[in-house]
């Protein structure tokens, strides 16, 4: 019996940064993302089933790997739920392509893989543990019993930000006050006017792994805290933006709490920095075009690394790329859309933005859908 | 009459980062420095005085320019104290060289210039109004009346953190709560044991000034008012760590206040950044060498720029140097003393210190006077 599903990545635009709970993967505050639609970025996981597989075992990427242990810790819980509601009362329709589930009892195989470099500082966790609990939902029909958010919670388990991409458009992962209410939840399902442009800057592996970061942070940082005390506002200020779609109130939190989560990394003794010189020309380079345009129409937000991933109202993205196409060395642009006949909106830029040479693969996206069956093709 | 002055640079270990009040300097929060010694950095200023000029004029780096409105206000307020003055009792001994004072109602020529490049991101605004502070006290015997810390409230006024230089060794800014109390003071004329080396990694002008960017980090950063409110504990801490040469607690405070204040700039809206990669690298390798040495050795600071201070315990000091020849393109040492039979403490750093070709600057220099008279040679 097998299993294959396609997972997306979320980009956080209100950070998660800081564990309450190590162990249970329990943030310091909830945090908002956007769900990155598949074309280009994705992972496609394979999980099969049978009384012949002798062990549980991972290939990631092409590579066997050993299973980390919060894999493991994901699959038991998975696997202990399922034999528990063997016996219960079916509360949903399943999704499930398998007539009947799969017996929990018996070993499993995972293939899995990205369609993007691991290390490229997008969270290949988040898309990869969403897709595992996805597969093992439909494997064991637990979603028969427990609803997405209940899902959740295992896939936060896996890996904290990785809950939110079990949801497609915009997604809170609430903060909650135990595992079961750490949990995501969809703000809304779309944003039709909304284009993304993840930009990579550079593969380079990160110097400071996100979980011994945000630790250290927690320690050392004496502005940290007052970062928490804001978030339940600053939380509720931006699901009022998404849910009235208010691109300029949106638009400028992302940046301020892109800022401000880089700020407290900073704070951090020995202080963490993730953006470089190349993060910053792209941050100039956006201030600057907001104020040519005459409105915030692009926003940026920087993960633990320094790609810049790009949200704008669609009507600039043309834009966008042209003048990105002049100003740095567009190495790759994978698009979703034919942006040849863009009209000019803003038709230079400052000074202060000069031309530069930084390689950049440009990847577009839209706000997308969450998991989904797939053909097992190429993993 | 002719008075000449030398006056020093003065590099912030608590730094001074947002007015309270525009218009009189007043700063959020007090600071702390340390007085570097003069041998390569500071600035010279001669002050002449006499019925014959016709008018106020400035000359800097050896060019006419018109006298700022900062400056113009500190000279009228001193020459309104020095008439006031004329009837007065005298109250100490001046320094002055000059038998009696200049008459207060000619004008004056101005000449100053500094040793180094004006926008290399040192404060030159700090040696340079203190200079012309202490030339116009000395000019109007105005020291036979005023205190050191009394003449500080010109310095501010002109440019804040200025006032800093008009003290030898250690010296606090005091918050103060007005325009009288916002005064500096010495917290201890020397320190022996202390090294500094002032690398100088880019003399690119800064984008964004520190006047303007202050007032940025004031109006838009969340974190900013909770950097303040710790302020009054962590001047106290330093205070004692100096009184008590107290080398790694200094040194801990001083890097952790200059990653906080980068950390508000970049907090700000739009961020400023003033750290780049080269900043990064020498962070780095600061907290590795301390790491190898066992002990915290050395300590870096980063003014509204990307060239780090480094603080030193002295017998590192010849260590440090030979790794930074061994590691960038020293492209200058100007030192103050012989570093050729130092004996060799780390051996060599791990891997994440990478050798690199950026050029850097180093300048030599202990913790040392406040200014004093000098000749008039090469203004």
Same mark, same amino acid.
């Given at each position: 019996?097998?299993?294959?599903?396609?997972?997306?990545?979320?980009?956080?635009?209100?950070?998660?940064?800081?564990?309450?709970?190590?162990?249970?993967?329990?943030?310091?505050?909830?945090?908002?993302?956007?769900?990155?639609?598949?074309?280009?970025?994705?992972?496609?996981?394979?999980?099969?089933?049978?009384?012949?597989?002798?062990?549980?075992?991972?290939?990631?990427?092409?590579?066997?790997?050993?299973?980390?242990?919060?894999?493991?810790?994901?699959?038991?819980?998975?696997?202990?739920?399922?034999?528990?509601?063997?016996?219960?009362?079916?509360?949903?329709?399943?999704?499930?392509?398998?007539?009947?589930?799969?017996?929990?009892?018996?070993?499993?195989?995972?293939?899995?893989?990205?369609?993007?470099?691991?290390?490229?500082?997008?969270?290949?966790?988040?898309?990869?543990?969403?897709?595992?609990?996805?597969?093992?939902?439909?494997?064991?029909?637990?979603?028969?019993?427990?609803?997405?958010?209940?899902?959740?919670? $295992?896939?936060?388990?896996?890996?904290?930000?990785?809950?939110?991409?079990?949801?497609?458009?915009?997604?809170?992962?609430?903060?909650?006050?135990?595992?079961?209410?750490?949990?995501?939840?969809?703000?809304?399902?779309?944003?039709?006017?909304?284009?993304?442009?993840?930009?990579?800057?550079?593969?380079?592996?990160?110097?400071?792994?996100?979980?011994?970061?945000?630790?250290?942070?927690?320690?050392?940082?004496?502005? $940290?805290?007052?970062?928490?005390?804001?978030?339940?506002?600053?939380?509720?200020?931006?699901?009022?933006?998404?849910?009235?779609?208010?691109?300029?109130?949106?638009?400028?939190?992302?940046?301020?709490?892109?800022n401000?989560f880089h700020a407290?990394c900073l704070?951090?003794?020995?202080?963490?920095?993730y953006l470089?010189?190349?993060?910053?020309?792209?941050?100039?380079?956006?201030?600057?075009?907001?104020?040519?345009?005459?409105?915030?129409?692009?926003?940026?937000?920087?993960?633990?690394?320094?790609?810049?991933?790009?949200?704008?109202?669609?009507?600039?993205?043309?834009?966008?790329?042209?003048?990105?196409?002049?100003?740095?060395?567009?190495?790759?642009?994978?698009?979703?859309?034919? $942006?040849?006949?863009?009209?000019?909106?803003?038709?230079?830029?400052?000074?202060?933005?000069?031309?530069?040479?930084?390689?950049?693969?440009?990847?577009?996206?839209?706000?997308?859908?969450?998991?989904?069956?797939?053909?097992?093709?190429?993993?």
């Open positions: 019996m097998k299993i294959t599903c396609q997972s997306p990545v979320n980009i956080a635009v209100i950070k998660y940064w800081g564990k309450e709970n190590v162990e249970l993967n329990l943030p310091t505050n909830g945090s908002i993302s956007v769900t990155l639609s598949m074309e280009h970025i994705k992972t496609i996981t394979c999980v099969e089933s049978n009384e012949q597989i002798k062990q549980d075992s991972l290939v990631l990427n092409g590579e066997l790997v050993e299973i980390p242990g919060r894999m493991k810790l994901v699959i038991d819980k998975m696997r202990n739920i399922a034999i528990r509601c063997g016996n219960r009362q079916i509360k949903y329709k399943s999704e499930s392509p398998l007539e009947s589930p799969a017996d929990p009892r018996h070993f499993i195989t995972i293939k899995s893989r990205n369609t993007f470099p691991t290390a490229a500082g997008l969270a290949s966790s988040a898309s990869g543990y969403s897709c595992l609990v996805y597969c093992l939902s439909l494997l064991y029909h637990l979603d028969a019993y427990l609803t997405r958010t209940e899902l959740s919670e $295992f896939a936060r388990l896996g890996s904290g930000s990785s809950c939110r991409s079990l949801f497609p458009g915009l997604v809170e992962w609430h903060l909650g006050d135990s595992s079961s209410t750490s949990v995501a939840d969809s703000i809304c399902d779309s944003w039709e006017d909304l284009d993304i442009l993840v930009c990579i800057v550079k593969s380079e592996k990160k110097k400071v792994g996100s979980t011994v970061g945000m630790q250290q942070t927690v320690k050392s940082s004496a502005l $940290f805290k007052h970062r928490v005390e804001g978030m339940p506002a600053k939380l509720e200020t931006m699901k009022r933006a998404i849910i009235a779609k208010d691109f300029e109130t949106f638009a400028n939190l992302t940046m301020a709490d892109s401000q407290v704070d951090t003794f020995p202080p963490i920095i470089n010189e190349d993060s910053r020309w792209f941050i100039e380079f956006v201030h600057e075009y907001n104020r040519m345009a005459g409105e915030t129409a692009v926003a940026y937000t920087f993960d633990a690394g320094p790609n810049p991933v790009l949200y704008m109202r669609s009507k600039y993205t043309g834009d966008v790329v042209r003048l990105l196409k002049q100003l740095v060395d567009v190495t790759k642009f994978k698009s979703i859309r034919d $942006f040849n006949e863009c009209v000019t909106i803003v038709n230079e830029l400052g000074e202060n933005i000069p031309k530069t040479n930084i390689p950049v693969e440009i990847i577009h996206a839209k706000c997308g859908a969450g998991p989904s069956l797939c053909k097992e093709e190429g993993i």
